[in-house]
């Protein structure tokens, strides 16, 4: 049998039909048979799963791997092996579920036992870690196991497939986990620091796969704030590595892999942005990963054509990740990355594409652009990004519409040229939508968005808005339970309440919900910024004409001032005493009233005494104010 | 090292004079040499003390450092044919720069009004293309007032009143804008600007024929344009307002940038280039061929055993029968043993007739055959002595059979043949220089051991005569030559101690000397002194081989009318009589001749003529091969392809 299978993928498949797994186990299980027999069983087994997906499903189906980690019990090292290397097939595939691992929980302290035995089960059985290591929970089963102590010293093992494995490991290992990360750094390996020993594993005369895997542990290590970002294994060593990796000599793979952990690496540092946006020409070396498949492959090669073809979207995708990266904090990278030949039409193109992945990078990268004043007034207006982007708003995934409508957020800003075709393209609805979505990160940027297309509107706009929103939405807006869409529907109101006419106009019509919701928020258990921004609100109020009135004749609201502005932190007492300043205003109308009522109310005291306060803003606002009753 | 003319008259004098001149005459001679060797090494003493007192240690520790880091980076560099930058040139500069720090630090020092006022300085040297991958790195100290600084590289003749990139052979990164100029007066966008505090470094890819700069330790990526480098540019930077420093970097401290890692990626992308060279169907071919280099190889030195043990294992064919092999075998046994005298009787009797065709190299082997009487190991003056001097079998390092390869091998094999088109690897100007380069170190290394000797001469000498004229000791005014007869005249007293006191000599050989005079036969000084004796110590050796030396200078005269002068031999002989002027030759500058080492050169020659008369190839194809691959790198260094940087012999010789 086995010499008939080997290399055979048909012959394994009939073998497989025919029955001849569960008799193999049969044989393989039983005790009594010689260990010869049961060695060549795992053998023939091993060679099976060695054909095609389908082959290792129907051996999945038979219950392989639990006779198979029952075999490993057995004394006998050769025995082991087969079955080790059978296992290693099986769990390295895509169709094997790697839960299977974990069932027994007796398999994997035995599997760190067997770690010792010989270089083959230290091979197998790292690589069955590097593939079956998916989750949080794994990495603490195999962290809970000694997995570090055990496999630290295989780093230095004369065998490059097996240290090769252990350094997958160990990146799958410290992948966001921080715990791993924090081990990961204090453990010696023949009295050398690890980092140190991937710090050597990253020369460039080390073979690329194992550079570009110690790259990323050390930059999982360092996501994870096990090392500094301005460490100089990370500058110097890991960062120029995972540029290295992007370049036009890699391979397709390499270059991805490469551009994603660079991303990954740089997302939240600046400085570590700014060092990458000038090695080697990193921004323009980017440009070549739309390059494909290329124009030349497509007519002389038919295998290459096919190759590039596929990994043309992850190619995208990643240098989108990459350039999303580099300018999410800087103005000059930004610059730069807008200036690279045709990017803008890239991404306008990769907000269409079909590939998800493509689509969300490419809306990352805008995300990323959009942060940009000069880029929003300038390319994004002369490439029209806000048409695609609203067309892939209209019918996306939740990770896409959380990018793209925070993207949506930064293109309503009242500078931008954008905003105008936006508003036009009847965007009010959708984000109105978005309020009302489940994940919180989709209503704050509906709310937010709203909120910046509400600043300095017409008031056409603020009253499509009001209606398309509906009080009754805006206040359960104003009761989430996520500050962040609070705080954002709050300013959405304080957008709304500018200019006199259409405070007094919305005031007319929502009047009363609005005095209801505010005077809930200021009872409410919230935090300063709520109740400043809600105090704010009422100072707009205080400014319109008619609006006034719902204030004074609200003696409750009046107590509430009066307490505000007593208040300890400055920024709630500016707040009230703005609001009392735009109620006493000398020069409109029934202005004497109000000063008298305010009067006998005891804000002149209040004012008087705030005139001392050491806040000098502050003092200068009472004094403001009380000068309206001198003149 | 040479020896003052005087000196060598009167060793002339001494080997070829008519009449036989009496034995203590003879030892007077010897003696006055010894005076005079002692004068040179106090003289030498003298001058190292000088140069080490002008030394500043700190200078010293990193002058040292860059040598080590400049060897450890620029491997196949040969400096003494292609040195390399270690600082800028005060010489090729613009006058608005100014140098300081051991002409490493530039300060600008010109109006700075506009670019005419812009200033550039190279280094001392071009780069050489056996560097592979050059690199330096300047570190801007002040950006002055406007930091219009240009690091680069420029040909030698480029106006320097202007800064690098800017004109044609002259490629520069700019400060101010952080473009890259190549060749032209207007830049391309390139990296970021610099300015004081930053280290910018330059590379240059000698394989590619690529640059690229580097700024605190990141590569800043190729040049955009295609700049093809032209050979032999200079380390160059240029500054052009008031107030602009830089600090330059040639290897002197560490650099910044891990340049090593970038030359370990090229190293190991040319070793995989030749480990992947292609060799096709011949895969069988290569095998065959191998095994005859090998074979070829073990027969040439004379490994018969093994050569027919090997023969055998792979079916290969031996061109020599094996009596020859042996015979080959043991006269460079005799050679190698340092029984020259019979090694050259050998070879008369088994091939008559060689040697005489080959004077030359029978003038090589009398002249070993005399340094081997000095050393005490040849038989004409090991028959002399009562027990067998320890120098001759005891010798640590002697080296028996085994041929070395590498430095020595190439040297002996050049020294060997008079042809110069030798196709063994290293050059003759090469040979020479290394030999120097031993000289020198062998010299120093022998200056402390003779101190004690020198400090008593002076001391003694300070009285009665000034140091100029150190070995007028006597007081008289008159030349060398009668100067010895003088000496002589003393020593013919025979009153031992009161020559001892005239001449100040207070080193031991002298005694030993003259025990050997005056107790002939008697043996039993020789034992109890533990120091190597010149001819084993035998007073009638030493006779036998002042007769040789005087056949020997005959020799060399025959020759000379014969072929004409020869300057080789003219050395030869000079070194080998040399030895004579020591106290003790074994740790004095020519010593170096008495190393047994030495005797493979004159034994691999003779096997190789003695191959040659039999219409067998001289060198073994293996070393030939050998010769062949090294020289062709060191061709590749000349016509300029780095990658003989990382394509060392060496590193593939286990």
């Known amino acids: ?631 | 090292m040479a020896l003052p003319s005087c000196q060598q008259r009167a060793l002339r004098r001494a080997l070829c004079s008519t009449t036989v001149p009496t034995r203590h005459c003879r030892a007077a001679v010897i003696r006055g040499y010894l005076t005079a060797a002692v004068s040179l090494l106090t003289k030498m003493a003298e001058l190292g003390a000088g140069s080490l007192l002008t030394g500043d240690p700190a200078f010293n520790y990193h002058e040292h450092e860059l040598n080590e880091r400049l060897k450890r980076l620029y491997p196949a560099v040969n400096e003494e044919e292609t040195p390399l930058p270690r600082s800028w040139s005060p010489k090729d500069k613009y006058s608005y720069i100014g140098l300081s720090q051991n002409n490493l630090r530039v300060h600008y020092k010109g109006h700075g009004k506009n670019h005419k006022d812009a200033a550039s300085v190279r280094a001392t040297h071009p780069i050489p293309a056996a560097c592979g991958i050059y690199y330096f790195e300047v570190k801007i100290v002040s950006k002055g007032r406007d930091g219009y600084m240009g690091i680069g590289l420029s040909a030698q003749g480029v106006n320097m009143n202007r800064l690098p990139g800017w004109d044609k052979h002259s490629y520069g990164y700019h400060g101010d804008d952080g473009h890259s100029f190549c060749s032209s007066g207007t830049g391309q966008p390139y990296g970021p600007t610099f300015t004081t505090g930053d280290v910018i470094g330059c590379c240059v890819n000698l394989i590619n024929n690529t640059c690229f700069y580097t700024k605190n330790g990141h590569s800043l990526g190729n040049n955009l344009m295609k700049n093809d480098l032209r050979p032999n540019l200079y380390p160059t930077v240029g500054l052009q307002t008031p107030g602009e420093i830089v600090d330059a970097n040639f290897g002197q401290q560490p650099f910044v940038f891990d340049i090593e890692d970038y030359m370990s990626e090229w190293r190991a992308k040319i070793h995989s280039m030749i480990a992947r060279f292609p060799i096709g169907e011949r895969l069988g071919d290569w095998q065959s061929v191998l095994q005859n280099m090998v074979s070829s190889y073990l027969v040439h030195h004379g490994y018969c055993a093994t050569a027919m043990a090997f023969s055998r294992a792979t079916e290969t064919m031996i061109q020599e029968d094996q009596t020859s092999i042996k015979n080959r075998q043991r006269i460079q046994k005799l050679v190698l043993a340092g029984r020259v005298g019979e090694a050259i009787d050998a070879t008369q009797q088994l091939y008559p007739g060689l040697l005489e065709h080959n004077p030359n190299l029978l003038f090589m082997l009398k002249c070993r055959q005399f340094v081997e009487m000095v050393n005490g190991t040849d038989s004409e003056v090991r028959c002399f002595s009562v027990h067998s001097p320890k120098s001759q079998d005891s010798y640590p390092g002697s080296p028996n059979l085994s041929p070395r390869h590498g430095a020595t091998n190439a040297h002996l094999h050049n020294t060997g043949a008079d042809s110069p088109t030798c196709s063994n690897g290293v050059t003759p100007t090469n040979k020479n220089k290394s030999h120097n380069k031993y000289t020198g170190v062998s010299s120093a290394s022998s200056s402390p051991s003779s101190s004690p000797s020198s400090v008593n001469y002076s001391e003694s000498n300070s009285t009665d005569s000034t140091k100029s004229q150190p070995h007028s000791a006597t007081s008289n005014q008159e030349t060398s030559d009668s100067e010895m007869e003088i000496e002589a005249e003393h020593y013919s007293n025979g009153v031992t101690e009161s020559s001892t006191r005239i001449m100040n000599g207070t080193y031991k050989h002298q005694e030993i000397l003259q025990a050997d005079d005056s107790s002939v036969g008697n043996g039993v000084a020789d034992d109890s002194c533990s120091s190597r004796q010149l001819c084993g110590g035998n007073q009638a050796a030493t006779e036998r081989m002042i007769q040789f030396g005087r056949e020997l200078q005959a020799l060399s005269e025959q020759l000379c009318r014969q072929y004409g002068k020869n300057a080789t031999h003219k050395k030869m002989l000079q070194d080998a009589f040399s030895l004579l002027a020591y106290s003790d030759p074994w740790n004095c500058p020519v010593g170096q001749q008495l190393d047994p080492m030495q005797r493979e050169a004159i034994c691999s020659a003779l096997n190789s003529a003695i191959l040659e008369s039999q219409n067998l190839p001289k060198q073994p194809p293996l070393m030939l091969a050998l010769g062949q691959a090294t020289e062709c790198v060191q061709l590749m260094a000349r016509v300029r392809s780095g990658s003989c940087s990382f394509a060392r012999v060496d590193n593939f010789l286990h």
């Open chain 1, 1 to 631: 049998m086995k010499n008939a299978v080997i290399g055979n993928n048909r012959q394994k498949a009939n073998l497989i039909v025919l029955g001849a797994v569960p008799r193999l186990l049969y044989l393989l299980q039983q005790s009594s048979s010689s260990l010869e027999l049961r060695t060549e069983c795992a053998v023939v087994l091993g060679s099976l799963s060695m054909g095609t997906e389908n082959n290792i499903k129907s051996l999945v189906d038979c219950h392989i791997i639990p006779a198979l980690l029952q075999g490993l019990l057995c004394s006998d090292l050769i025995f082991i092996e087969a079955c080790l290397r059978c296992l290693r097939t099986i769990f390295i595939s895509p169709v094997t579920p790697v839960q299977l691992l974990y069932t027994d929980p007796t398999v994997i302290p035995h599997l760190m036992s067997l770690l010792s035995r010989s270089q083959h089960t230290q091979e197998y059985i790292t690589q069955i870690f590097a593939h079956c290591c998916k989750t949080p929970e794994h990495q603490t089963v195999l962290f809970n196991h000694g997995a570090i102590q055990n496999i630290a010293p295989l780093l230095i093992s004369p065998s490059y497939k097996v240290r090769m494995q252990a350094l997958k490991c160990f990146s799958v290992l410290a992948y966001e986990n921080a715990q791993v990360s924090m081990t990961l750094v204090n453990v010696l390996v023949d009295g050398e620091q690890l980092s140190q020993v991937f710090v050597r594993m990253m020369q460039r005369d080390k073979p690329i796969e194992m550079q570009l895997t110690a790259a990323k542990c050390l930059t999982y290590m360092c996501r994870a704030g096990a090392i500094r970002t301005d460490d100089n294994c990370i500058v110097l060593k890991t960062l120029p590595c995972l540029v290295r990796m992007c370049s036009k000599e890699r391979l397709l793979e390499e270059r991805v892999e490469g551009a994603e952990t660079l991303a990954y690496l740089m997302e939240p540092d600046i400085e570590l942005q700014r060092i990458a946006s000038v090695t080697d020409h990193l921004v323009s070396m980017l440009a070549d990963y739309f390059k494909y498949p290329s124009s030349v492959s497509a007519i002389t090669d038919i295998k290459r054509l096919d190759h590039d073809l596929k990994h043309a979207h992850e190619l995208r995708q990643a240098a989108f990740k990459l350039y999303a990266s580099l300018g999410s904090n800087d103005e000059d990278i930004r610059k730069k990355i807008t200036e690279t030949e045709n990017m803008m039409d890239r991404i306008v193109s990769g907000l269409s594409e079909s590939s998800i992945k493509v689509r969300l990078a490419a809306v990352r990268c805008l995300h990323s652009l959009s942060r940009s004043v000069q880029q929003l007034r300038t390319s994004f207006h002369d490439h029209a990004v806000w048409k695609p982007l609203m067309k892939l708003l209209q019918n996306a995934p939740d990770e896409v519409l959380v990018m793209a409508s925070s993207t949506l957020c930064n293109l309503l800003l009242e500078f931008s040229p954008s905003k105008e075709p936006i508003l036009e393209s009847g965007v009010i609805e959708l984000l109105c939508s978005l309020t009302q979505s489940d994940s919180p990160a989709l209503r704050v940027n509906g709310i937010w968005a709203l909120m910046n297309m509400a600043f300095q509107a017409d008031q056409k706009v603020k009253v499509e808005i009001v209606q398309a929103l509906g009080t009754e939405q805006l206040f359960r807006l104003l009761s989430d339970p996520d500050t962040n869409v609070l705080m954002k529907t709050l300013g959405l109101l304080r957008n709304l309440l500018s200019t006199r006419p259409h405070i007094d106009q919305i005031m007319s019509s929502h009047g009363k919900q609005i005095m209801q919701a505010v005077t809930l928020i200021l009872e409410g258990e919230h935090s300063i910024e709520v109740k400043e921004q809600t105090l704010c609100i009422l100072a707009n109020i205080a400014d319109g004409n008619t609006a006034k009135e719902l204030i004074m004749t609200n003696d409750d609201m009046l107590q509430k001032i009066k307490y505000y502005m007593g208040h300890s932190n400055v920024k709630l007492q500016l707040a009230a005493t703005f609001c009392i300043s735009n109620l006493i205003w000398n020069e409109e109308d029934g202005s004497q009233e109000r000063q008298d009522k305010l009067r006998e109310m005891g804000f002149v005291d209040i004012l008087h005494k705030l005139t001392q306060a050491s806040d000098p803003n502050l003092c200068d606002r009472a004094k403001t104010a009380m000068q309206q009753y001198l003149a």
